[in-house]
């Protein structure tokens, strides 16, 4: 059965770092390419980043490019988010999945077996 646990959320300040971690089960993670989106309340779902399956290849929304980094430890079936220089507006509920076709990363239609998120919010 294939899973994502995502974990790392919190309350900073802006200015501050955090780093998501997701980690996943099932057979299929080093196959896949991976993705992290993130929606704030009243709002649509809209992409973060994502990485190919070898962790070889990144595509960032513009909105977090030079600030978010992402990464993948295929070994022990996780993926990263490392967040710096966070701001107000990046809080929201943050959730990692596995793409699984379609022609564009920022597409979550492209993507399956969300996990149930883990919460950011940054304080002015």
């Known amino acids: 059965q294939v899973q994502l646990v995502e974990s790392g959320g919190g309350l900073v300040q802006a200015g501050e770092s955090l780093r998501l971690s997701c980690a996943a089960s099932g057979p299929i993670f080093n196959s896949l390419a991976m993705g992290w989106f993130r929606q704030a309340p009243g709002k649509e779902r809209e992409f973060v980043a994502a990485v190919s399956w070898s962790g070889a290849s990144s595509y960032y929304a513009d909105s977090v490019k030079g600030r978010f980094t992402i990464s993948r430890d295929n070994a022990n079936k996780k993926v990263f988010l490392q967040m710096n220089s966070l701001k107000p507006e990046d809080t929201a509920l943050y959730y990692c999945?596995?793409?699984?076709?379609?022609?564009?990363?920022?597409?979550?239609?492209?993507?399956?077996?969300w996990g149930q998120g883990t919460q950011v919010t940054v304080s002015s």
């Open positions: 999945a596995f793409r699984i076709g379609g022609d564009l990363y920022t597409n979550p239609n492209n993507y399956a077996f």
